[in-house]
């Protein structure tokens, strides 16, 4: 039911050095502040892909999903309020300030705001990227993926398989640490969450798709010549076969930019892998905080 994750917001102290982080090192085209002074930004022709709101702390304020009308939306609001959870419809405002028809959002039970939008706003041959690149991969299967830390590794598992629908893609155990990946389109996932030690809760990283290779070497590039921080080197994963690096963006969360990830179908089977990586994904800066922790 739910078609792609169609947008993200977060919240940042660092609001400043994201407008500059967003468009010169990433690539994506900035427009006018919110009405809040978020740093806004597009990554096609949607009219906006990701929210950076000025907050106290880094956190991820909401996680936005595409549905294709508000009757999949109260098909699936049964199946959420069957699971002890509210749900509430945006107001008109807050739908258009989204640039969407209209949404409904809820809490999960880890903790993460999720909205469910129909109507994406799209205004076609306006994306101008930031630097010169070749656009992001986007389209039917959306925004890219995010994945979550969770406090509680299979609780988490049942939630969003049994409540919101994601399917499997598969799983990688990999010293001592197990993470689970999701699709609902033909991305191989979508959603991937990990638990890292029982109680915490928060994120690891967004992952933007590019359109080509070069794409990838040059973002690494201009990081060094910026001096960005690039917290793994550029490798290849086991599973989704994405050859992408990980920038340390000004709110922690990192941004593994990459080409080159495998589509999968309805015939697809979760397998098992004992590590992220073919090769490559060194880490290159053990200094820095592994993940973006909320509330610790």
Known sequence: MIRSMAYLGLTTPNVAEWRGFGSD????????????????????????????????????????WALSAESEVLDLKSVIEAAGLVLTK??????????????????????????????????????????PMSGFKTGDQG?????LLVPDLHAADRFYRDVMGFNQSDRITDGGR???F?????????????CPAPGLRGAHHLMLEVNSLDDVGIAFDRCFERDVPVSKSIGCHTNDRM?????????????????????????????SYSRTSIWGHKELRPDLPPAMIIGN
């Open 25 to 64: 090192i990433l690539g994506l085209h900035r427009i006018d502040d919110g009405a809040d002074g978020a740093a806004r930004f597009r990554m096609d022709d949607a009219d906006c892909r990701l929210w950076v709101h000025p907050g106290e702390q880094n956190d991820i304020a909401y996680i936005g």
């Open 90 to 131: 945006a107001s008109t405002d807050d739908a258009a300030a989204r640039r969407v028809a209209g949404y409904y959002w809820f809490i999960d039970p880890l903790g993460f705001r999720h909205e469910l939008a129909w109507g994406q706003f799209v205004s076609p041959g306006t994306f101008f990227p930031g630097r």
């Open 143 to 147: 925004m890219g993926h995010i994945v």
């Open 178 to 180: 197990e993470l689970l």
């Open 182 to 194: 999701y699709h609902c389109n033909g991305r191989h996932h979508s959603l991937a969450i990990g």
């Open 243 to 271: 050859v992408s690096t990980y920038i340390f963006s000004p709110s922690v969360l990192r941004i593994e930019y990459g080409f080159g990830g495998i589509a999968i179908d309805d015939l697809w089977e979760p397998k």
